[in-house]
T-cell receptor, first 111, second 116 residues
Framework: GQQVMQIPQYQHVQEGEDFTTYCNSS?????IQWYKQRPGGHPVFLIQ?????EVKKQKRLTFQFGEAKKNSSLHITATQTTDVGTYFC???????????FGKGTTLSVSS | NAGVTQTPKFRVLKTGQSMTLLCAQD?????MYWYRQDPGMGLRLIHY???????AKGEVPDGYNVSRLKKQNFLLGLESAAPSQTSVYFC???????????????FGPGTRLTVL
């Protein structure tokens, strides 16, 4: 069945270092969404990418959608302790009725 | 606006017991979803609803039932709880379907369920 895979599963960085998480789909996606879940919290929507090759920035966060619309990445520049949490990507299933979430990348940051 | 609320926040059940989780949203959203989150497994869709009176199965529907009698409420039922249903359950809602324009999903705070 359709799958959305994320790597790495865990990443630990020192504060100030950069961080990247990658998302790959087994099928072409019409769009991809990114969510962040703080420890003990619930997922919160960050952004949606729709166009092939699209790049969007939110302050220190840069989101990219691959040219073939089968992969995406989230890059955080100069991590801060407030970036701690699990980052999920999610693609639409082929019927267009539901999101398929990746298993997430959990980021920890030490100061 | 309260957004998406879930009750209860925590619950411990014994195997075979039943319970209902309640999700409520005050954003007039048509689409509502129930997910379960297990360590290392991400979010998996249990059931979803595209409007009042309609429900559909997601990726992991077995052992669960749902009802959407009112637009603002989405109920998740466990008829005979099993230890494998120990999980954190999240409800979410959206204005549009995932393929639509306003498709951002808003999540509730979650219900932590333990089945002994």
């Amino acid at each position: 069945g359709q799958q959305v895979m994320q790597i790495p599963q865990y990443q630990h960085v020192q504060e100030g270092e950069d961080f990247t998480t990658y998302c790959n789909s087994s099928t072409t996606l019409s769009n991809i969404q990114w969510y962040k879940q703080r420890p003990g919290g619930h997922p919160v929507f960050l952004i949606q990418l729709v166009k092939s090759g699209e790049v969007k920035k939110q302050k220190r966060l840069t989101f990219q959608f691959g040219e073939a619309k089968k992969n995406s990445s989230l890059h955080i520049t100069a991590t801060q302790t407030t970036d701690v949490g699990t980052y999920f990507c999610a693609g639409i299933n082929q019927a267009g009725t539901a999101l398929i979430f990746g298993k997430g990348t959990t980021l920890s940051v030490s100061s | 606006n309260a957004g998406v609320t879930q009750t209860p926040k925590f619950r411990v059940l014994k195997t075979g017991q039943s319970m209902t989780l309640l999700c409520a949203q005050d954003m007039n959203h048509e689409y509502m979803y129930w997910y379960r989150q297990d360590p290392g497994m991400g979010l998996r869709l249990i059931h979803y609803s595209v409007g009042e009176g309609t429900t559909a199965k997601g990726e992991v529907p077995d052992g669960y039932n749902v009802s959407r009698l009112k637009k603002q409420n989405f109920l998740l039922g466990l008829e005979s709880a099993a230890p494998s249903q120990t999980s954190v359950y999240f409800c979410a809602s959206s204005y549009s379907p995932p393929s639509g324009l306003y498709n951002e999903q808003f999540f509730g705070p979650g219900t932590r369920l333990t089945v002994l």
